[in-house]
T-cell receptor
């Protein structure tokens, strides 16, 4: 039990599909994050939400659209993705966004684009 | 840009000691995290160093030298279950990058019986 739950665990979609990834944290944290993890590459930060406000958009293409309706839930809406977007997408949360508290990660969604 | 370096792969035998190094060159520094990630699972927090020196936590210890931009994770009495990827991550302390974590590529450790 990691305290951070991501669904679905696996997703296969075509380039013209629209889908959403969901993340929920049960830790009472105020900051939530989306990361992309590709083979042989470092974890890449995509988006940061602190107290439900987006504080970081790390030059992510507009085909990825985050949504944070409350401090416990985070979504990543996907549309017209490219094959290079195939990766593991990890959600994380931390007490706040100051960087001196550990981030707690979910198990990720393995995304494959056909 | 930010640069975090760690070896790609390491191997060791059960019961041995292994040291995984991490060097960093970043614009600012708040602290350094180590995470463990088993294949197909979430990264899990191992340690956090802010000040120079050694932090010991059971079989795992982490060392930091801020002046040298260097850290290591020391794993003692290795067990098969320690086979995993170990991620080094630096937290920055200033401006628009406050709180951001920059990760290394991870070190894949394989423990042999």
């Amino acid at each position: 039990e990691t305290g951070v739950t991501q669904t679905p665990r696996h997703l296969v979609m075509g380039m013209t599909n629209k889908k959403s990834l969901k993340c929920e944290q049960h830790l009472g944290h105020n900051a939530m994050y989306w990361y992309k993890q590709s083979a042989k590459k470092p974890l890449e930060l995509m988006f940061v939400y602190n107290f439900k406000e987006q504080t970081e958009n790390n030059s992510v293409p507009s085909r990825f659209s985050p949504e944070c309706p409350n401090s416990s839930h985070l979504f990543l809406h996907l549309h017209t993705l490219q094959p290079e977007d195939s990766a593991l997408y990890l959600c994380a949360s931390s007490q706040d966004g100051t960087g001196d508290q550990p981030q707690h990660f979910g198990d990720g969604t393995r995304l494959s684009i056909l | 840009g930010q640069n975090i370096d760690q070896p790609t792969e390491m191997t060791a035998t059960e019961g041995a000691i292994v040291q995984i190094n991490c060097t960093y060159q970043t614009s600012g520094f708040n602290g350094l995290f180590w995470y463990q990630q088993h294949a197909g699972e979430a990264p899990t927090f191992l340690s956090y160093n802010v000040l120079d020196g050694l932090e010991e936590k059971g079989r795992f210890s982490s060392f930091l030298s801020r002046s040298k931009g260097y850290s290591y994770l020391l794993l003692k009495e290795l067990q098969m279950k320690d086979s995993a990827s170990y991620l080094c991550a630096v937290s920055l302390d200033r401006g628009s990058t406050l709180g951001r974590l920059y990760f290394g590529r991870g070190t894949q450790l394989t423990v042999w019986p």
